[in-house]
């Protein structure tokens, strides 16, 4: 059985930082490529970073470009998100999901599709940007 859940969200003020994490259980975690996404009922779901099964390779929107970073510890079965200068658009529940499928990073671009067979989700960490 798969286990995935993220942790770390929270109040912080627009142009704060937060640091997301997501723990992973029940598979082979560095056999899996990782992804962020966000989801608000006015924006829908949408990807925010992408990282590889070694954590060689990594991808960003431009929405976040420069602003969010994703690492990966694989001994620890975890991956990070930290995020910069967050603005109140981007306040939303954060999502921890795995990629197991070819163009794993092209479904977080929207270029590719994303498999639902292919993923295991948490249940995601609220992050309210707010002055």
């Known amino acids: 059985q798969v286990q995935v859940m993220e942790s770390g969200g929270g109040l912080v003020q627009p142009g704060g930082s937060l640091n997301l994490s997501c723990s992973v259980s029940?598979?082979?975690?560095?056999?899996?490529?990782m992804g962020w996404f966000r989801q608000t009922p006015e924006n829908g779901r949408e990807g925010v970073s992408c990282?590889?099964?070694?954590?060689?390779?990594?991808y960003y929107p431009d929405s976040v470009k420069g602003r969010f970073l994703i690492s990966r510890d694989n001994a620890k079965n975890t991956v990070f998100l930290q995020m910069k200068n967050l603005k109140t658009e981007e306040a939303a529940v954060y999502y921890c999901?795995?990629?197991?499928?070819?163009?794993?990073?092209?479904?977080?671009?929207?270029?590719?599709?994303?498999?639902?067979?292919?993923?295991?989700w948490g249940q995601g960490t609220q992050v309210t940007v707010s002055s």
């Open positions: 999901t795995t990629l197991a499928q070819r163009r794993y990073c092209a479904a977080v671009a929207g270029t590719g599709a994303l498999k639902d067979e292919f993923t295991h």
């Open positions: 029940g598979l082979t975690f560095g056999g899996s490529a």
């Open positions: 990282i590889s099964y070694s954590g060689g390779s990594t």
